[in-house]
């Protein structure tokens, strides 16, 4: 959610909640991979929002393998770091303990409990970076996920093009299907090995994913301020009628729900193309 597209006066967390509440049925909360919100956010989350209106959570940074400031974790995770760890600028997979985990999934799963209760948890998305490739201990990872996480819908997007390989892409696909995990498809830069390719696949027959982060190629893989300057880009009716919408109506015939979230979060260039995906999506039903 975005300034700009919003009317005069709409201008608290609140009220822009509402509001686009008002105009789609789904929202990912990205916050929340920055740091682990309180049970009390999603609460308010609940009250703000129709009975019907569904959130996707991304998972809590460390839990995908990224790198967080330690100002970023639960006060009980940060004061059991050991002395090591106090300088460094952001902490990694290596600088916590088991236990330390255990806590952070507790927390994740505190700070979801409400979206859980009252049935308005869309899913939880677990986006692993580039460096998680097809190996021996990723599918592990994949695989404690459904062990960590029993009763919660997950999904999973990857961040690199060893995924589609054909042989890859078959095993992983019955695997994710094995544990209940939705796969996420995505439309990203071509040509990098840190994005997936278009492939889409069902692993869940309930929900299928499609996510869109703009075709930025000079700003894919470059050094930016803020995550927003990387996803700049806004895409035109006629990428979302010939590319995008294709898509969807395929992964619809599979699945009995899709959402799909524009992560091209520069401006309001997302909310726009929503908006244009959700009228194309219309003229045609």
């Known amino acids: 959610m975005t300034a ?3 009317p005069a006066g709409v201008s608290t967390a609140e009220a822009r909640l509402r509001y686009y509440a008002h105009h789609f049925p789904i929202v990912e909360a990205d916050a929340s991979f920055y740091a682990i919100p309180t049970p009390e956010v999603a609460q308010r989350w609940v009250k703000r929002t129709a009975d019907s209106f569904r959130f996707n ?3 809590f940074a460390p839990l995908t393998g990224h790198r967080v400031p330690a100002s970023r974790l639960p006060a009980s995770v940060r004061d059991s770091l050991p002395p090591r760890t106090q300088n460094l600028p952001t902490l990694g997979p290596s600088d916590f303990s088991a236990d330390d985990i255990v806590e952070l999934r507790r927390c994740f799963s505190a700070a979801i409990a409400p979206l859980v209760e009252f049935n308005r948890l869309g899913t939880v998305l677990f986006q692993y970076s580039s460096d998680f490739r097809p190996g021996f201990s990723s599918y592990a990872a994949i ?4 062990v960590d996480f029993p009763e919660t819908p997950l999904a999973i997007e990857f961040r690199h093009r060893e995924w589609a390989d054909p042989e890859i892409w078959a095993r992983t696909l019955d695997q994710l299907r094995a544990l209940e995990i939705s796969f996420v498809a995505v439309d990203a830069p071509a040509g990098f090995a840190s994005a997936m390719p278009p ?6 027959p309930g929900l299928a ?3 869109l982060h703009g075709r930025n190629t000079a700003a894919w893989e470059g050094r930016h301020d803020t995550a927003a300057t990387r996803f700049q880009y806004r895409y035109s009716e006629g990428e979302l009628g ?3 919408l294709p898509r969807i ?3 619809a015939r599979e699945a009995s729900d899709i959402h799909v979230l524009f992560n091209n979060c520069f401006g309001t260039d997302g909310v726009h193309n929503a908006a244009t995906i959700r009228r194309l999506i219309d003229a045609v039903v």
């Open 242 to 244: 010939g590319d995008v």
């Open 209 to 211: 994913i499609l996510r």
């Open 143 to 146: 695989e404690r996920l459904r």
């Open 4 to 6: 700009g597209w919003y």
């Open 57 to 59: 959570v991304k998972a």
């Open 199 to 204: 492939v889409d696949g069902v692993t869940t």
């Open 249 to 251: 109506r395929r992964l």
